[in-house]
């Protein structure tokens, strides 16, 4: 089993920056993909970004592209998504993921953490 803990969300005003990490416990992550989601106030859950195991591969939805940076650190077991000039859309709980296959749909990931909520005033 994997257990995936976020940590880094809070308020921030529109235009600042904030880091999210994902720390795994209970067996090692580097052979998965890893993903974040996010989920706004009466929205669905919606892709954020993905990594594959080996940090080859990186997608990112539209909305994100060119301010959200997605990484990892399989010695730390830890994958990060660094959030730059944020605005009051990008409010929301944000989960990370672990899957076998990166990808954008919530069905590929088999592990979720509890969520950290970042909220953007504008």
């Known amino acids: 089993q994997v257990q995936l803990a976020e940590s880094g969300g809070g308020l921030v005003q529109a235009g600042d920056s904030l880091r999210l990490s994902c720390a795994a416990s209970g067996r090692t992550v580097s052979t998965y993909a890893m993903g974040w989601f996010r989920q706004g106030p009466g929205k669905e859950r919606e892709f954020v970004a993905a990594i594959s195991w080996d940090i080859s591969i990186t997608y990112y939805t539209d909305s994100v592209k060119g301010r959200f940076t997605i990484s990892r650190d399989n010695a730390k077991n830890t994958v990060y998504l660094q959030m730059t000039s944020l605005k009051a859309e990008d409010t929301a709980v944000y989960y990370c993921?672990?899957?076998?296959?990166?990808?954008?749909?919530?069905?590929?990931?088999?592990?979720w953490g509890q969520g950290t909520q970042v909220t953007v005033s504008s």
């Open positions: 993921a672990a899957g076998r296959i990166v990808g954008r749909g919530t069905g590929g990931y088999d592990y």
